[in-house]
Nanobody, 126 residues
Framework: QVPLVESGGGLVQAGDSLRLSCAASGRTPSFYAVGWFRQSPGKEREFVAVISWTGGTTRYADSVKGRFTIFRDVPKNTVYLHMNSLKTEDTAIYYC???????????????????WGQGTQVTVSS
């Protein structure tokens, strides 16, 4: 098991920035790709961003490309999602997840991820 804990969510205004953290205990997440997904009420969970286990490859959903950045701090066993220019439609519960498979490029499909955190709420007001 790779317990994952998200933090950094909160209530912000449109146009603000926010940084989410995904901290892993136990086996280092540097062995795994780590992705961020989000889910808002009445909608399915959707892919947001992923970083490969090497850190060399990142992928983003079109809706966040150019606004969000995913990066990892290996010594801290933490992956971050920095979100700029937040929009009301970014409001959701954000989950981080780890994928043991070392696919290239890393997967954008939630059903291919093995470990999940409990989520952190991000609310963007207009």
């Amino acid at each position: 098991q790779v317990p994952l804990v998200e933090s950094g969510g909160g209530l912000v205004q449109a146009g603000d920035s926010l940084r989410l953290s995904c901290a892993a205990s136990g086996r280092t997440p540097s062995f795994y790709a780590v992705g961020w997904f989000r889910q808002s009420p009445g909608k399915e969970r959707e892919f947001v961003a992923v970083i490969s286990w090497t850190g060399g490859t990142t992928r983003y959903a079109d809706s966040v490309k150019g606004r969000f950045t995913i990066f990892r701090d290996v010594p801290k066993n933490t992956v971050y999602l920095h979100m700029n220019s937040l929009k009301t439609e970014d409001t959701a519960i954000y989950y981080c997840a780890a994928d043991r498979a070392r696919t290239v490029p890393p997967s954008v499909y939630s059903n291919e991820y093995d470990y999940w955190g409990q989520g952190t709420q991000v609310t963007v007001s207009s």
